[in-house]
């Protein structure tokens, strides 16, 4: 129930929300369903909302598979003053179907057309016609690992569309790709046409007409003198027609001058052009991290023990059916060992403290990091555990009622936890994209909450995926920005009240 009302009266409306989730995998065919619902009056952001997510996906023998889906929301608040300009209201479909293809083994291919509906009354014409954007489109995504550390990814997608502004059907497209070879990195992206209702009123008000946009980002990394000195250097490269070009070209470089500490400097060149001017900015950055160590008195070293094995049956115990990982690399902090004959190694008069053990993926085997507080002598075992590609982009849900935030998609945090709740964690590239490696199996992926602004939210919730080797698995999270109030005050004239 909600009370409210303005200038002092009082009004009641009863009000309520509700949702519904299923998540669950029948003969192969995976069914993911997300509901919500909500009256108009509901108190909070998600009032007067209806949100429908319904997928189908058949996950087939040669680990093929085809989708179908389709997403409906419907946004109406209510509220009990009548301070607003006018009753908000928009209207999303989106629907799709897909296939996606393994071609030589390590090339995956989908292919995926769909509809999309948005409407709204925030742009409404002389007739009181509800501002629309219809679009018929295909998306098509290319993924190809060349090898461990070469990796090609392309997404392109294309159709056309019509609005309250034109009824003809326009071309629009755009595409993403990236691509990565040992130290280099280079993100590109290019879009004509329009493929959001705001977008149109934008290029309408700017008298731009057709928009195109252009970002390009080449970066690169690089280690020297055994890791201890670390270096990067991006460049960032955008153009569109409403805004002209825009420059940022970011270097940093650390070096560890002793144990646990470390000098850094970081140069940041920024240039935007907006449409009444330009503006520049020149940031340089120095400064010194040190790790502080608590002291311990009568300590003594000690040898640790490492033993690696690879675990076939994937129980995280070596039994029968196990082997032994010898020749494996392993490091100890920065110091390399490999492993004998019988998968172990010893590092002698280890000091005590907190260190950090990494053994590189080799051949698809591979084991998490771990950190140990060493105190003593100590056996550890590590179990190796074949692993799959786990990969996706974040996205973003706005209307012309959505906060103005920066909508960054570099930084955010992505948690994948298996069934045996081992969680990994990652974050995103500038261009929204993640990646794991990670051992086969059934895995939860979600969007840490804790590292999006307050304006921003997650509203698909868990999604769910299985690992398999040697396959490329992806899942794509969207990320919602919150609505924000708008109020309007009202004024008359004392001559109207006589």
């Given at each position: 129930m909600n009370t409210g009302g303005p200038d002092g009266g009082g009004s009641t409306k009863y009000s309520y929300a509700a949702g519904m989730e299923f998540s669950g995998t029948i003969n192969k065919v995976i069914v993911n369903s997300s509901n919500y619902v909500s009256s108009g009056y509901y108190p909070g952001t998600r009032r007067g909302a209806l949100n429908l997510s319904e997928r189908i996906t058949w996950a087939r023998p040669t680990g093929n598979n085809i989708w179908g889906g389709i997403e409906y929301s419907k946004y109406t608040p209510k509220f009990f003053t009548n301070a607003f300009l006018f009753e908000q209201s928009s209207i999303n479909t989106r629907a799709e179907i897909g296939i996606s293809e393994r071609l030589f083994k390590n090339i995956t291919l989908s292919f995926s057309p769909y509809y999309t509906n948005e409407e709204n009354n925030a742009f409404q014409s002389q007739d009181g016609k509800k501002s629309f954007l219809r679009s018929w489109n295909v998306l098509t995504t290319l993924n190809v690992p060349i090898s461990e550390k070469q990796y090609i990814s392309v997404n392109a997608e294309g159709g056309f569309y019509d609005s309250f502004i034109n009824n003809k059907k326009l071309l629009r497209f755009r595409s993403y790709s990236s691509y990565r070879a040992g130290l280099f990195n280079l993100m590109a992206s290019f879009q004509t046409g329009t493929f959001y209702l705001g977008e149109i009123a934008n290029n309408f008000q700017a008298?731009?007409?057709?928009?195109?946009?252009?970002?390009?980002?080449?970066?690169?990394?690089?280690?020297?003198?055994?890791?201890?000195?670390?270096?990067?250097?991006?460049?960032?490269?955008?153009?569109?027609?409403?805004?002209?070009?825009?420059?940022?070209?970011?270097?940093?470089?650390?070096?560890?001058?002793?144990?646990?500490?470390?000098?850094?400097?970081?140069?940041?060149?920024?240039?935007?052009?907006?449409?009444?001017?330009?503006?520049?900015?020149?940031?340089?950055?120095?400064?010194?991290?040190?790790?502080?160590?608590?002291?311990?008195?009568?300590?003594?070293?000690?040898?640790?023990?490492?033993?690696?094995?690879?675990?076939?049956?994937?129980?995280?115990?070596?039994?029968?059916?196990?082997?032994?990982?010898?020749?494996?690399?392993?490091?100890?902090?920065?110091?390399?060992?490999?492993?004998?004959?019988?998968?172990?190694?010893?590092?002698?008069?280890?000091?005590?403290?907190?260190?950090?053990?990494?053994?590189?993926?080799?051949?698809?085997?591979?084991?998490?990091?771990?950190?140990?507080?060493?105190?003593?002598?100590?056996?550890?075992?590590?179990?190796?555990?074949?692993?799959?590609?786990?990969?996706?982009?974040?996205?973003?849900?706005?209307?012309?009622?959505?906060?103005?935030?920066?909508?960054?998609?570099?930084?955010?945090k992505i948690t994948a936890v298996s069934e045996s709740g081992q969680s990994y964690v990652t974050r995103t590239s500038s261009d929204g994209s993640y990646v794991f490696f990670v051992p086969v199996g059934k895995y939860t992926v979600r969007v840490n909450a804790e590292s999006l602004p307050p304006e921003v939210e997650s509203l698909q919730g868990d999604q769910h995926t299985e690992i398999v080797p040697g396959e490329i698995k992806s899942v794509s999270l969207v990320l919602n920005v919150k609505q924000r109030k708008i109020e309007t005050k009202r004024f008359s004239s004392p001559s109207l009240r006589k």
């Open positions: 008298k731009a007409g057709r928009n195109y946009i252009i970002n390009i980002t080449p970066t690169i990394q690089q280690n020297f003198f055994r890791n201890k000195l670390r270096t990067e250097l991006g460049i960032n490269y955008n153009n569109t027609k409403l805004y002209g070009q825009s420059w940022q070209m970011t270097g940093r470089a650390e070096y560890d001058i002793m144990r646990n500490t470390s000098f850094f400097s970081t140069l940041n060149h920024n240039r935007y052009t907006f449409i009444d001017g330009q503006y520049t900015s020149n940031i340089l950055q120095v400064g010194i991290t040190k790790k502080m160590r608590s002291a311990r008195v009568g300590s003594k070293n000690d040898p640790l023990e490492v033993f690696v094995f690879k675990d076939i049956n994937q129980n995280g115990v070596y039994d029968t059916g196990d082997s032994v990982a010898t020749n494996h690399l392993i490091y100890v902090n920065d110091i390399v060992f490999m492993t004998k004959e019988d998968g172990s190694v010893i590092y002698k008069n280890l000091p005590p403290g907190e260190y950090r053990i990494t053994l590189p993926k080799i051949k698809g085997w591979y084991a998490p990091d771990q950190r140990i507080n060493f105190n003593k002598k100590e056996k550890i075992e590590i179990p190796l555990q074949k692993t799959g590609t786990l990969k996706g982009k974040i996205s973003y849900e706005f209307t012309e009622f959505s906060y103005e935030t920066g909508r960054e998609k570099e930084g955010v």
